[in-house]
Every structure is written in structure tokens, then in C-alpha cells.
């Protein structure tokens, strides 16, 4: 008898799933349903807490909170003339990794082996923020400035 126990490949997975999800087609349409949640709860909630730094004289306005606070990690995409052609913002990691690319103008959700690419206007269209895209053109405005300053 070999003294290694063969545990169901659903349980290896993730050891909170219900036993009525057994096929890893199971697990993949579960992980996409929770990325799909994910991407939608953290987008939405950056582009609130955004607009309040921009709300100056409004109720909402929180003097408190700058502009890059809910921003995790900023890539800079320039040529060597320091051109800025845009910028990737990190707005959530570590299960899910949640991206706002205004280079290639798109919203990229990853977690585990589930990818999710959405076009940025698009995606703020369908969540009905699609006046927040401004607001997206203001923070690379003000990202560039940054830059420019190094």
C-alpha cells in the first residue's frame, strides 16, 4: 500500500470548493464568475474613490486622498525621447491582479490561470461610468507631469 493518499484533483484545486464542482471546466467557469466580480467591484470602486480627488467644493471631496491612493503600481510607457504615450495602474493584486492600461486603452483581470481583457471604454460604458473616463485623462495628465519631472 503506498503511503501517499490521491486526493480528488477538485480538492488539490482549492480546498473551499463544493463537491458538486468536480471537472476543472467546473473550477475555470467558477474562477471567471469570481474574476468577472472581482474586476467589476474594484473597478467601480476606484473610480469612486478617484472622483473624490477631483471634487474639490463638492460634499463628496476628501482633501485626505491623493490622487495615486488606490494605485498600487505605475509602468510608464514612453520611448526613449520620454515621450509618454500612457500608463498601466495597478489597482488590485494578489488574487485577483486588476490593470488600467489607457495605452492600450483596457481593463486586464488575472487570477490564477483566468485571464479577463476588456476594452476600457467599453467596460465603463457597460458599469455605466462612462463619464469617469475623464477622469482616467486627467490621472495621465497628471502622471505624465511626474514623469516628465524626472
Not at 486526493?7 to 475555470?28: A, C, F, Q, S, V
Not at 473624490?52 to 503600481?73: C, L, N, P, Q
Not at 500612457?86 to 488575472?110: K, L, M, R, S, W
Request: proline share 1%.
Amino acid at each position: 500500500m503506498s503511503k501517499f493518499m490521491i486526493l480528488p484533483i477538485y480538492y488539490i484545486h482549492n480546498k473551499t470548493t463544493n463537491k458538486g464542482e468536480k471537472t476543472m471546466r467546473d473550477l475555470k467557469i467558477r474562477d471567471e464568475q469570481l474574476l468577472e466580480e472581482a474586476l467589476k467591484n474594484n473597478v467601480e470602486g476606484f473610480f469612486q474613490d478617484l472622483q473624490k480627488a477631483f471634487d474639490y467644493g463638492s460634499e463628496d471631496y476628501d482633501e485626505d486622498y491623493f490622487i495615486t491612493d488606490d494605485i498600487f503600481d505605475i509602468k510608464v510607457l514612453s520611448d526613449l525621447n520620454k515621450t509618454f504615450f500612457g500608463a498601466c495602474y495597478q489597482i488590485a493584486f494578489g488574487g485577483p491582479n486588476i490593470y488600467i492600461n489607457t495605452y492600450d486603452n483596457v481593463v486586464e483581470g488575472y487570477w490564477g490561470g483566468t485571464k479577463i481583457i476588456e476594452n476600457l471604454e467599453y467596460y465603463l460604458d457597460s458599469l455605466g461610468l462612462d463619464d469617469k473616463f475623464e477622469l482616467l485623462e486627467t490621472l495621465d495628465d497628471y502622471i505624465e507631469e511626474l514623469f516628465e519631472c524626472r
